[in-house]
């Protein structure tokens, strides 16, 4: 964002509104989040058992990250699972390519942004939805998901993986599995949650059990298939 709309945005957000303005404005804005759950709860309620796959929009080809999602997603696309993306480019883009390729459901929960984001090729499109509220298109990925793997990605992969971690703690959405792909990526990042969170008691160890970290695709998606064995489910389209 360029130096002149950032300064606009921050005097806006201290700028006093008249009662025309609110309601002209701001009222009507709830109207607009009301048509994005509407059309996100109709257009994904019948999509059956789906894992979402997070991780960079940066994540070039050529990466190693690229090509294990593609992977992962081609292998849960066998095993029976539809998979759930941010529907852009990157890792996005990794997980809906392998899932089209071998023919299943590949769901693009797209969200315009002033960089990096467009939807890729390799979603349906029949299962393409837009949003412009990034608190909308989180609970779709929770909604509509029996499980969330996790690549590496920036702060925006972070926010999914800490909305999932903290519904499942307060026990908002069920104890779906959630599986972190690159030890050495997210080591560092589970080592302070053990060490200082931990420690200062600001989570307790139960939090911690259903979070996986793993190395490779067959990993990945064998504790998606470990998870759901115990409960003698399998995904059924």
Not at 30 to 40: C, D, Q
Not at 134 to 139: A, E, I
């Amino acid at each position: 964002m360029d130096e002149s709309k950032n300064q606009e945005l921050i005097r806006s957000a201290f700028k006093s509104k008249d009662w025309n303005e609110t309601m002209t404005s701001d009222s009507w804005v709830i109207f607009k989040v009301m048509g994005e759950f509407v059309n996100g709860f109709d257009r994904l309620a019948k999509i059956g058992p789906c894992v979402s796959i997070f991780g960079s929009a940066r994540t070039k080809e050529t990466n190693e990250y690229y090509q294990m999602a593609q992977e992962i997603a081609e292998k849960l696309v066998v095993y029976g699972y539809g998979v759930v993306t941010g529907g852009g480019p990157g890792i996005m883009e990794a997980a809906n390519r392998g899932a089209h390729l071998k023919g299943g459901k590949s769901v693009g929960l797209n969200i315009e942004l002033p960089f990096e984001q467009k939807s890729n090729e390799y979603v349906d499109r029949d299962k393409s939805i837009d949003f412009d509220y990034f608190f909308v298109r989180k609970v779709m990925f929770v909604k509509y998901s029996q499980g969330f793997i996790v690549m590496p990605g920036g702060f925006g992969t972070l926010d999914e993986l800490f909305e999932a971690i903290t519904l499942i703690q307060t026990q908002k959405i069920a104890k779906f599995p959630i599986v972190l792909v690159g030890k050495n990526y997210w080591g560092g990042l589970m080592d302070w949650i053990k060490k200082t969170m931990l420690d200062e008691r600001n989570i307790s160890i139960e939090d911690l059990a259903l979070i996986k970290m793993v190395d490779s695709a067959d990993e990945a998606v064998k504790e998606i298939n470990d998870f759901y064995s115990q409960y003698l489910l399998s995904p059924n389209f």
